[in-house]
């Protein structure tokens, strides 16, 4: 299930336009956000804690919950932070 779950994240994260870095682990990096903390403290004000942290411009969003991961793909979909190239 927590394969499944990544591997959906990173598909639905890429069809929305974001750079996904493929993971074999339990998360997938999301971005490239020219501010990265603005995008995390985006989400984090909508309830969503992902963590900022590995190259710079990327966001780590581990797998979870069906529940999880629905809650941070409208949250993600709300994020206005500027990306790399815009």
Request: hydrophobic letters at 45%.
């Given at each position: ?67 999880e991961m ?7 979909a ?9």
């Amino acid at each position: 299930d927590l394969r499944a779950a990544r591997d959906d994240l990173a598909t639905r994260a890429a069809a929305a336009g974001y750079e996904v870095v493929e993971s074999d682990a339990n998360f997938v990096l999301v971005g490239r956000w020219a501010d990265r903390h603005r995008a995390w403290q985006q989400l984090l004000d909508q309830g969503v804690l992902v963590r900022e942290t590995g190259p710079e411009g990327f966001l780590r969003v581990s797998a979870g919950t069906p529940e999880e991961m629905e809650a941070f793909h409208a949250a993600l979909a709300r994020v206005d932070a500027p990306r790399m190239g815009e």
